[in-house]
C-alpha cells in the first residue's frame, strides 16, 4: 500500500469510532430524558437525513478539493453536533448535524482510494476500510456503552473544572464530551493525509447546477449493466445493516432484558462478524467474481427473521457473528466493483456521493418505516420480521436482475467484466 494509506485508515478509524459511540449515547440520552421509544428509533433515518439531501453537492465538494481537507471539515462539523446535542438541542436535530459531517466525509475517504490506489489493490483496499470500520464500529458501541454506564459515567462526572459550570450533569452528556476529543484527534490524522495527483474539479458558481450533473450520474450509474447490480445490492445491504444497528438493541432489550450498555456489546458481536468477513472477502475475492456472493444476501436476510427464535444470549452471539460474516464477505467485492464501475464512468467524488444517496436513501426509508411501525406498537420482532423477508426477496430480485442481464445483454456484461480482470491484473 502506498504512503498516506494507514493515515487514511486511522482517520476514518478514529471518526467512525466516535461516530458508533455518539449513537449509542444518543440513545440513552433520549431514554432518560423521557423520549418515546420512535425518537431513539429515528436517529438511524435522522443521521442519513443528509447524506439524502446534499447528495448532488457532496461528491463535488469532495472532488473539487484535496480529500484530506475535506475529511477534515467534516469532522468540524461532527463537533459542532456533539456541542448542539450537550447544550440543549433536540437530541434527533443534533445528530442530524453529525449526520451532515458524515455526509460530507465519506465520498472523500472512498473517493481517496480510487486516487491513492490502483484498480488491483482495489478489493484489498475495501477490505482495509470496511474491516476497520466494523472495528471502529465494535470498539465504538461498545466505549458508548461503558461511557453511559455506572462506572465509566461517575468517573467522568468527578473530574469538575475549577470556577466553571459546564452544566454537563448526566452520564450521556459526559459521554458526548469525550466524544468531541476523539473527533478531534481524528481531525488531526485529516491534516496529514498527503494530496494525490487527481485534478481538482471546481465547483460551478451557480450550486443548482450540480442538480441536473448529479441525476445524470445516478442515471448512468444505474444504467451500467454492472453498476445496476453492485450498486442494488449494496443499497440493499446498507439499508438493512444501517437500521439492524438499532433493532439489535430493541431486540436485546425484549427478547433479554438487557440495559443499553448490556445491549450495545451485541452490536459489537454483528460487527466481529462482519470483520471477519469484510477480511476474508479481501483475501479470496477478485473484482471479477464479485456477482458471485449475491445468494448470501438472501441467506443473511433469512437469518434476521430467525433472530426471533432465540432468547439465550449463548446462541445469540455466535448467531450475530455469522450474520455478520455473511455480510462483510457480501460488500466488499461488490463494493469495490461499484467503485470500479462509478470511477470509470464519473470520478471517484461523485460516484461515491450517488452510492451514498441510494444507500441513505434506503436506511432513511426503512428506519422511517421501523420509528412508525414502532410508534403505531408494532414489536420488536414483528420489525425484525419484516426487515429480513425485505432483505431476501429483494436480494432474490436482484439475482434474478443479474441473471437477465447475462442473458439478455451477454455481450455487454462479458465486455464489462473483462475490463475488471484485466484492470486488476494490470492496474
Known amino acids: 500500500m502506498k504512503r498516506g494509506f494507514f493515515t487514511i485508515m486511522a482517520a476514518q478509524f478514529f471518526s467512525s469510532l466516535a461516530d458508533n459511540a455518539l449513537f449509542v449515547a444518543a440513545v440513552e440520552l ?3 430524558s423521557g423520549g418515546a421509544e420512535w425518537q431513539r428509533a429515528a436517529l438511524v433515518p435522522m443521521f442519513a437525513l443528509f447524506y439524502v439531501v446534499l447528495a448532488p453537492f457532496v461528491g463535488a465538494f469532495a472532488d473539487s478539493r484535496p480529500k484530506g481537507q475535506v475529511m477534515f471539515i467534516s469532522n468540524a462539523i461532527k463537533v459542532v453536533g456533539c456541542l448542539m446535542m450537550l ?9 442530524a448535524i453529525v449526520g451532515l459531517g458524515a455526509a460530507a466525509y465519506s465520498p472523500a475517504k472512498y473517493g481517496i482510494l480510487t486516487e491513492l490506489l490502483p484498480p488491483s489493490q482495489l478489493v484489498k483496499a475495501n477490505g482495509w476500510i470496511e474491516g476497520l470500520t466494523i472495528a471502529s464500529i465494535i470498539l465504538g458501541v461498545l466505549v458508548g456503552g461503558q461511557l453511559v454506564g455506572a462506572n465509566a459515567s461517575n468517573m467522568l462526572l468527578g ?17 458526548i464530551a469525550l466524544l468531541i476529543l ?19 474539479r471546481p465547483l460551478p458558481q451557480n450550486l443548482v447546477a450540480l442538480l441536473p450533473d448529479f441525476w445524470h450520474c445516478n442515471t448512468r450509474l444505474w444504467k451500467d449493466r454492472l453498476g445496476q447490480i453492485s ?18 438493541l430493541a431486540w436485546s432489550a425484549a427478547a433479554l432484558g438487557y440495559s443499553t450498555t448490556q445491549a450495545s456489546s451485541l452490536v459489537g458481536v454483528v460487527a466481529i462478524g462482519t470483520a471477519v468477513g469484510a477480511v476474508v472477502a479481501s483475501v479470496r475475492m477478485k473484482l471479477h467474481q464479485a456477482t458471485r456472493v449475491m445468494p448470501l444476501g438472501i441467506a443473511m436476510g433469512l437469518l434476521v427473521v430467525a433472530m426471533n427464535f432465540i432468547g439465550n444470549v449463548w446462541v445469540a452471539a455466535p448467531f450475530l457473528i455469522l450474520l455478520g460474516a455473511i455480510g462483510g464477505f457480501l460488500v466488499v467485492p461488490m463494493n469495490a466493483l461499484l467503485q470500479h464501475r ?24 426503512l428506519g422511517g418505516f421501523y420509528s412508525l411501525s414502532t410508534g403505531l406498537g408494532l414489536s420488536a420482532f414483528g420489525a425484525i420480521t419484516a426487515f429480513g423477508l425485505l432483505v431476501a426477496s429483494v436480494m432474490w430480485v436482484i439475482q434474478k436482475w443479474h441473471a437477465h442481464n447475462c442473458v439478455v445483454h451477454k455481450e ?6 473483462a475490463l475488471a480482470k484485466n484492470d486488476q491484473m494490470h492496474g
Open 30 to 32: 433520549i431514554r432518560t
Open 87 to 95: 447544550f440543549g438541542s433536540h437530541p434527533l436535530l443534533s445528530y
Open 159 to 175: 473530574l469538575d473544572l475549577p470556577f466553571i459550570d459546564t452544566g454537563i450533569d448526566t452520564p450521556p452528556e459526559a459521554a
Open 182 to 200: 476523539i473527533y478531534a484527534l481524528a481531525a488531526w490524522f485529516n491534516t496529514r493525509i498527503p494530496h494525490t495527483d487527481a485534478v481538482m
Open 231 to 248: 450498486l442494488a445490492t449494496t443499497t440493499l445491504f446498507w439499508g438493512v445493516s444501517g437500521n439492524l444497528r438499532y433493532i439489535v
Open 342 to 365: 462509478g470511477h470509470n464512468l464519473m470520478g471517484a467524488g461523485r460516484s461515491i456521493a450517488v452510492q451514498n444517496f441510494n444507500e441513505q436513501a434506503c436506511i432513511l426509508a
Open 412 to 417: 455487454v456484461v462479458d465486455h464489462l467484466m
